[in-house]
């Protein structure tokens, strides 16, 4: 098993790239998520009464329920482009890192 | 029909018991280790693991009790339903590949990466032992009174049936036996959810709008189901069992260990693809029931009993519906997956408790890392077998009480012990072993303090006039006394460990990220 000192990948431009890639999609997806939730949970909290209100007249379907409806097919988009973006980009960048410093899969940081 | 012997579901679930133990004989006689034993030799794929998560989610709890909730009150059942969810995006996002390239079988294992080992394991397992009694405590008297009025079982024989089970699933098979047992419950719950909502929506010509019509003409409440209700009082009740709900999941000890079933990190954010549309899936299901019960069994004299009441209670709902749309064979068939569920989702439990013991305290604290296989594989074994029993004789002790509120407390627990230490250790560099130990001690306590004193225990069971603490959900101080004290307790750490902590983070960033110098195992593709 060979050491490979965890500064040399840190310095290395594809694990750069990876890192920036990987934040730059981890986050702001955690971010829509928790402010979608939390913004329903605050209107449950606050205003129960606008999530009470139909949708539209004639409908019995209220705001409520297909926004929370509407929560878990969120929670459904939002892995699914994650997991696009690590298919299509991530993973080729990950194997890079992977193929260059760790070829034999027996390597370890140090 | 309720409570007598019910022979299509009776036969039913024989065949899943004879069906599952001859999987658990095979998964016995190929156990080489502690590796196939704690992760299944971490040859799972990702849409396996997908659906045996998904299996861990819908426990009996879940299926049975958020139906119920949306029978009895409408909109509110679907506020835990999301609550539920919301976490699998953030452990997609944020845990689930540093947590596969950083550990091998427990969540422990990625806290105490940098963190000095023995004092870190110690508090991991204190909070992983905790969450996971308080969940098998509420899912066996659950179980033991479901078994009782689906099967006609007397209630402790059911307790000491689905005790039994769950030590032979997991003392002889391990990980392997309970993940395979887990990927046929969620199947077929899947199957059997999908075909009772299926059912009802035809009765409506697959019109939500329709069924929404008829449940608000039939339910006492009228259109007040339509929007929030009584569940939550409070901002602050509002806030506390959101945070409670999202980030909880996140730290529950026997999901996190699914990851490590998996051969990379790629098949761990696979799974979670899967388990996710799988969950959210099974909550629009639960939701459809949750009305189609209410227009179906509202003022049905087959299922409402002379105090005007469900019979068996509003937890029955998903039960009695399904024999309104299917008969005898339909109704044993959701009875049989509903006793399958509590088998399953129990022994993922005793084996997440059993690894706590086995790897974190006998291997890792007792024994510094050095045990021998053999000896390691024992102590799990005796561990589960001591969770077997504790869990009959607290599920026998425990029959009378109201066991809900332990749930929510195990949430409550994970969200404010075993996510913060998790999540801190993995992405904030001045987190120490100072700051972590005493943050996630005072957030466990915190957690149970304040439930104790609060209106659920303080007052419906132990009698008192007023509760000390108004709030029924204690996550929102309980996660702020955890995190404020580990940042306090971090930042102003000058010792000698601290910067061996701190010095360690940057080869955890480079592993967690790229997975080099991870377990790694291939699988074939």
Redesign the interface.
């Known amino acids: 098993m060979s050491h490979?000192p965890?500064?040399v990948?840190?310095e290395d431009a594809d694990?750069k790239a990876?890192?920036t890639a990987?934040r730059a999609i981890?986050?702001p997806?955690?971010a829509v998520?928790?402010i979608a939730?939390?913004a329903?949970?605050?209107a449950?909290?606050?205003d129960?009464?606008a999530?009470?209100?139909?949708v539209a007249d004639g409908?019995?379907?209220?705001n409520?329920?297909w926004l929370?409806?509407g929560?878990?097919?969120l929670?459904?988009i939002?892995?699914?482009i994650?997991?696009h973006k690590?298919n299509t980009v991530l993973?080729e960048l990950?194997h890079k890192?992977?193929d260059k410093?760790?070829p034999t899969?027996t390597?370890?940081?140090? | 029909m309720i409570g007598s012997i019910n022979l299509p579901a009776v036969s039913m679930f024989l065949m899943f018991a004879a069906l599952t133990l001859i999987i658990t004989y095979w998964a016995a006689k190929n156990m080489a280790g502690t590796k196939d034993f704690y992760s299944a030799g971490g040859k799972i794929t990702g849409f396996q693991n997908g659906l045996a998560i998904a299996g861990d989610y819908m426990s009996a709890a879940s299926f049975l009790g958020i139906s119920g909730l949306v029978f009895s009150s409408g909109?509110d059942g679907?506020?835990y339903?999301?609550?539920f969810?919301?976490g699998?995006?953030?452990i997609?996002?944020?845990i689930a590949e540093p947590l596969r390239n950083l550990g091998r079988y427990s969540f422990a294992d990625i806290a105490s990466f940098r963190l000095k080992q023995k004092p870190i394991r110690v508090l991991s397992a204190c909070g992983s032992l905790t969450t996971v009694i308080l969940y098998l405590i509420a899912q066996v008297v659950g179980s033991g009174k479901l078994i009782q009025l689906l099967f006609g079982l007397p209630y402790e024989v059911a307790v000491v049936t689905v005790g039994t089970m769950m030590v032979l699933y997991v003392t002889f098979g391990g990980m392997i036996a309970t993940t395979w047992v887990q990927i046929i419950k969620a199947a077929l719950l899947l199957f059997g959810a999908t075909l009772i909502a299926i059912l009802v929506l035809a009765q409506f010509h697959f019109s939500?709008?329709a069924l929404?019509?008829a449940a608000?003409a039939k339910h006492a409440k009228g259109?007040?189901i339509?929007?929030?209700g009584t569940l939550?009082a409070?901002?602050v009740?509002?806030?506390s069992?959101?945070l409670a709900l999202?980030f909880g999941t996140a730290g529950l000890p026997h999901i996190l260990m699914r990851f490590f079933t998996v051969p990379d990190?790629?098949q761990a954010?696979?799974s979670?693809?899967f388990s996710?549309?799988f969950i959210?899936y099974f909550?629009?299901l639960t939701?459809i029931i949750g009305f189609g019960a209410i227009v179906f069994l509202t003022g049905n004299p087959n299922y409402i009993g002379e105090n005007g009441k469900l019979i068996g209670d509003n937890d029955m709902a998903a039960v009695h519906l399904s024999h309104v749309m299917g008969g005898n064979i339909l109704m044993g068939f959701i009875s049989a997956v509903a006793f399958a569920t509590i088998l399953a989702v129990v022994s993922g439990l005793a084996l997440a408790g059993a690894s706590a013991i086995s790897h974190d305290l006998y291997a890792n604290v007792i024994c510094g890392g050095k045990a021998e296989e053999k000896a390691e594989m024992r102590v799990s074994r005796l561990a589960t077998i001591g969770l077997g029993v504790l869990a009959i004789v607290l599920g026998i002790l425990f029959e009378k009480q109201n066991v809900a509120f332990m749930v929510g407390l195990a949430f409550a627990i994970a969200a404010s012990t075993n996510f913060p230490i998790l999540i801190l250790s993995m992405y904030w560099k001045r987190l120490t072993t100072r700051g972590a130990v005493i943050g996630g001690a005072a957030g466990l306590i915190t957690a149970i303090v304040l439930v104790v004193l609060g209106p659920v225990v303080w007052v419906d069971i132990l009698k008192n006039t007023a509760a000390i603490f108004p709030y029924k959900y204690p996550a929102l101080f309980s996660m702020s006394v955890a995190f404020g004290l580990i940042y306090l307790f971090s930042v102003t750490d000058k010792s000698h460990q601290s910067k061996e902590d701190f010095d360690r983070f940057?080869?955890q960033?480079?592993?967690a990220?790229?997975?080099?110098?991870a377990d790694?195992d291939t699988l074939k593709h």
Request: glycine letters at 8%; aromatic letters at 14%; a neutral charge.
């Open positions: 490979i965890h500064t990948i840190q694990f990876l890192i990987r981890t986050w997806l955690a998520v928790s939730y939390f329903f949970i605050l449950i909290a606050f129960p009464k999530l009470a209100i139909p409908y019995v379907g209220t409520g329920i929370g409806i929560l878990i097919l929670c459904l939002v892995t699914g994650y997991l690590a993973d990950t890192v992977q410093f760790a899969h390597e370890d940081v140090v | 909109f679907l506020i339903s999301i609550g969810l919301v699998w995006p953030i997609l996002l944020l939500p709008e929404f019509t608000i259109t007040a339509m929007g929030p939550i409070d901002p009740s509002a806030i069992l959101g999202m990190a790629k954010h696979r979670v693809l996710t549309s959210g909550y629009i939701f940057d080869v960033f480079v592993r990220q790229t997975g080099i110098g790694r």
